[in-house]
């Protein structure tokens, strides 16, 4: 008789403790299906050279970022700081993936807040975007020496990110190789 | 008299003629034009089918993102080149995850989405049956036949002109 009233409480502690953890959770991130996986091919011109062509093969042996931006996002230049930070570190290059904008207005984007990236590619279409699964601006691809993309930061990066999850990534993925 | 009747209908025709072009339905933001019907279907089955991921409660007809448009183009450049349904779908998912399409595939990891609600019913249907069974039962646990009568005394003392 008595056991039979912690049933309810039990199944409150179970639901709290499922919608507790449903809290922390984001339903509009779409966790990316290249995880593990080697990054998609692609090969685009240089922003600052377009008679010069970039492809993921160029990075093979180093850990990089990819990290897609664009002039007219505005998030972007919230997280500029951070990456300009990861940049600064020395720790890793980062590609920066122009995404559907205009050169120019790009260029013009660099000059004006500082350019973070070993180089930035045009995507002026989005293809190699919609090939890396990207659906919003900004997003950050982190890509190790064989070429499996290990991590995708989904939104802006915090200083918070940078610190407690790439930056660590980074440093162990270079461990490993050496 | 006849002048202002003149003016009131050139104003009514006029505002007709303004009227015209808004009252045409934007069906469409691009023009997607097929020579296959069977290619149309097809394309117009998929964009009704795939999500978009930016406004993810829309499948790709419906929303006006960005990456809708893209991938709509894409989704049409595929279909008039030839491809199946099946290769756009795994084109998508390839890139985007199960997310992207609106019927999530049947797979281990979709088990409980797919039966979850139906197991749930079940288990509150038989619980619903045991619990009226259990109310039934209790209702016939007897009073002695003493009791009985003491009950029936009680009542007709507060209902002098009843008969026990």
Same mark, same amino acid.
């Given at each position: 008789m008595k056991a039979r009233f912690l049933i309810p409480v039990g199944i409150f502690i179970a639901l709290a403790i499922l919608l507790g953890v449903g809290l922390t959770l984001d339903p509009r991130e779409i966790p990316s299906p290249f995880i593990e996986k080697s990054a998609p091919a692609f090969e685009l011109p240089r922003?600052?050279? /377009? /008679?010069v062509n970039l492809t993921p093969e160029d990075m093979k042996g180093q850990v990089w970022l990819l990290n897609v931006w664009a002039s007219w996002c505005a998030a972007c230049r919230a997280e500029h700081p951070v990456i300009t930070a990861l940049a600064d570190t020395g720790e890793v290059n980062i590609v920066g993936l122009n995404y559907k904008d205009e050169p120019p207005d790009a260029i013009r984007w660099l000059q004006q807040f500082g350019d973070p990236y070993l180089a930035s590619i045009s995507d002026l279409e989005g293809k190699v975007g919609i090939d890396y699964g #990207?659906?919003? #601006?900004p997003e950050t691809f982190l890509i190790d020496q064989q070429g499996v993309i290990r991590y995708k930061h989904i939104g802006p990066i915090s200083y918070e990110a940078m610190n407690d999850k790439i930056l660590p990534m980074i440093r162990e993925l270079k461990a490993r190789s050496s | 008299m006849n002048l202002l009747r003149k003016l009131v209908r050139q104003c009514s025709l006029l505002t007709l003629l303004w009227l015209m072009p808004v009252s045409?339905?934007?069906?469409?933001?691009e023009v997607h034009g097929f020579d296959d019907s069977r290619k149309e279907a097809i394309y117009k089955e998929l964009i009704a089918e795939l999500r978009c991921l930016v406004c993810q409660n829309q499948n790709l007809a419906d929303s006006n993102a960005a990456l809708a448009l893209d991938l709509r183009q894409q989704t049409y450049d595929m279909i008039k080149a030839g491809a199946a349904k099946d290769d756009v779908i795994e084109y998508m998912v390839n890139r985007y995850g199960d997310f992207v399409l609106y019927r999530p595939p049947l797979r281990i990891a979709t088990l409980v989405l797919w039966f979850g609600p139906f197991v749930f019913l079940a288990i509150s249907l038989i619980g619903l049956r045991r619990h009226i069974h259990s109310r039934s039962q209790a209702k016939d646990a007897g009073f002695s036949s003493k009791d009985l009568e003491r009950a029936e005394r009680l009542l007709s003392q507060n209902r002098p002109d009843k008969a026990p």
């Open positions: 922003l600052h050279d /377009s /008679s #990207v659906y919003g #601006v | 045409a339905v934007n069906a469409a933001i």
